[in-house]
């Protein structure tokens, strides 16, 4: 990015959030405050353009480095907007964690051990103030099946709930339990005998692997000291952590959304790789619309360039090879059968209906699993080596996933594809016949996305968060707000087969009330979103994130 450019940028976003304040909030600042701050700002920038240390930035980092700054020169201004975050978030925490009623706040160890009979009242409490997940009203986070398939694999986890998988040599169970499992997994999505790879306590964990082996990878065999990965902004936010844990810089591709496919810029993305490339990104699906990103095309890229080419099938891995048996066609390949494909990461303990938490992580060979692995000798405590961030390995997590796996079958999983699948393209057509909002893209699978539809007409625009307040207030549904654009996310399980014709008929009305009166835009969690979405620079809008996680884990 050429620094004139970057240079007006951020002075433009910076003016823009100084000027969204005086319309959100009852500014503090007279204008000839103002005038001074713009003037500062300026200076700011003109001191970042001439520095040697931002010759090498991007927008973004130029302009978390002038934001930073300015806090230094503006300490009451900046003391000003972390109270307004603050208030912000205790509201959004009181709403969010309502008092349970009959149930003390346990702050200190009880004097004596309670008694079973008290325990589990306590624990029935707990339980029965979240979401029945079997009702079939809550779209992501939990993967329920039935009740006889949950039994055997929890009773399969108790059996093994004790054991450590830290040491593979002292139980053996847990180890042969893991490369079968690997195993079937790598059959599963067409590898060959060359393919390995590990278990994960999931998606993330799997993704920081994979992301540490390529960094690792390339700095031995490339030289490369300032690894860079290209991947869509689609991709899951793991990446982003993967990132800022092991000091790779991502380059981020937009999606095409004028036509509203919602897929990755491949031009631009092919225009991303440079000298520092070590790996690029594909997600089958990814995770916010449910669209398969074009996984051929995308390694006929990183063959090109010989680059490796991880693909993020964390929640597609165990659905996806099942698609086409179940009846449905699958866009592209996605899994080892592409050239160029070099590991793949696919969690149990979604559509493999494991227990939380297992996934796994699969290389096209040893040549790049061995940089997943940590050894170190130098502990007087031991030879110490590890396959994966955890040190000790949860053994009812590894049985689990091997139960869910062998009871199900390909029968088994096929017959809960077709099913969901069924579900899912009832309520897409659903959706397209609501006038207002429309489906995203082409979803591939059991992920649906819709938003507001530009072309309905309606003025002022539907605000889709709004009718995810009323679809949840009104009848119980707990739909996924999302952003970028604002819209509602829907993952599909077992338990919601059969629920699409209450859901649309549910969803109708909540369009038409939200419709009925644009005062909802300014309530719930259409109120937080828009908030979030018009703050200009997203550092305000992460610390207000931080600062809710901080006081989310508070009594």
């Not at 539907?462 to 707990?478: E, F, P, R, T």
Request: proline fraction near 5%; charged fraction near 20%; hydrophobic fraction near 40%.
């Amino acid at each position: 990015m050429n620094k004139g450019v970057a240079t007006i940028l951020v002075a433009d976003e910076l003016i823009k959030y100084i000027r969204s304040l005086d319309d959100r909030i009852t500014i503090f600042l007279s204008n000839e405050s103002k005038i001074r701050i713009y003037e500062h700002i300026f200076a700011l920038i003109a001191l970042g353009y001439f520095a040697n240390k931002l010759s090498n930035l991007s927008v973004d980092q130029v302009k978390k480095t002038v934001w930073r700054w300015s806090k230094k020169l503006f300490p009451s201004y900046h003391l000003k907007i972390a109270n307004e975050i603050g208030a912000e978030v205790d509201k959004v925490i009181k709403d969010s964690f309502p008092p349970i009623q009959g149930l003390e706040e346990q702050r200190s160890l009880p004097q004596d051990g309670l008694s079973n009979k008290e325990v589990m009242r306590r624990l029935k409490l707990l339980h029965d103030s979240d979401v029945d997940i079997r009702k079939g009203q809550l779209f992501a986070y939990v993967y329920p099946t039935n009740e006889k398939h949950e039994k055997l694999v929890v009773d399969a986890q108790n059996m093994f709930i004790h054991l450590n998988a830290l040491n593979p040599t002292a139980f053996p169970s847990l180890r042969r339990m893991e490369v079968e499992v690997v195993q079937m997994a790598i059959n599963m999505l067409n590898g060959d005998s060359l393919c390995r790879g590990t278990m994960t306590s999931g998606g993330t964990e799997s993704i920081l692997m994979a992301m540490k082996a390529y960094r690792d990878y390339a700095l031995e065999n490339r030289g490369i000291s300032k690894p860079e990965v290209v991947l869509p902004i689609s991709a899951h936010p793991a990446f982003e952590k993967a990132a800022k844990y092991f000091g790779i810089k991502l380059r981020y591709i937009e999606l095409v959304t004028d036509d509203n496919s919602h897929r990755v810029n491949i031009e631009k993305m092919k225009r991303a790789i440079n000298r520092n490339t070590i790996l690029l990104v594909a997600s089958a699906p990814q995770y916010p619309h449910g669209i398969l990103d074009p996984v051929e095309e995308l390694a006929k890229i990183a063959k090109s360039y010989s680059l490796p080419l991880h693909v993020d099938a964390c929640i597609g891995g165990f659905f996806l090879p099942f698609l086409e048996s179940a009846g449905y066609k699958l866009p592209c390949l996605f899994d080892f059968r592409v050239d160029g494909v070099t590991s793949i990461s696919a969690d149990i303990h979604k559509y493999g209906y494991a227990t939380k938490g297992s996934s796994v992580i699969l290389f096209k060979s040893d040549d790049y699993r061995k940089y997943q692995f940590m050894a170190y000798t130098g502990w007087p405590g031991g030879i110490f080596v590890s396959p994966s961030v955890l040190g000790t390995r949860a053994g009812g997590n590894i049985a689990a996933a091997w139960t869910s796996i062998v009871s199900l079958g390909h029968k088994g999983f096929q017959s809960n594809v077709a099913n969901i699948m069924k579900t899912s393209k009832a309520i897409q057509e659903g959706i397209k016949s609501i006038k207002g909002i429309q489906v995203i893209g082409n979803p591939v699978m059991s992920i649906i996305a819709f938003c507001a539809s530009p072309s309905s007409g309606a003025d002022p625009l539907l605000n889709i968060h709004a009718v995810a307040d009323v679809m949840q207030s009104k009848y119980g549904w707990k739909l996924e707000r999302q952003h970028k654009p604002s819209c509602i996310h829907m993952t599909l399980t077992p338990s919601h087969v059969g629920i699409e014709s209450t859901f649309i008929g549910h969803l109708q009305d909540a369009v038409q009330v939200v419709l009925g009166d644009p005062s909802l835009a300014n309530k719930g969690s259409a109120a937080m979103y828009n908030g979030i979405s018009n703050i200009p620079l997203t550092q305000i809008a992460d610390d207000f994130l931080i600062d809710f996680m901080a006081k989310t884990y508070t009594l």
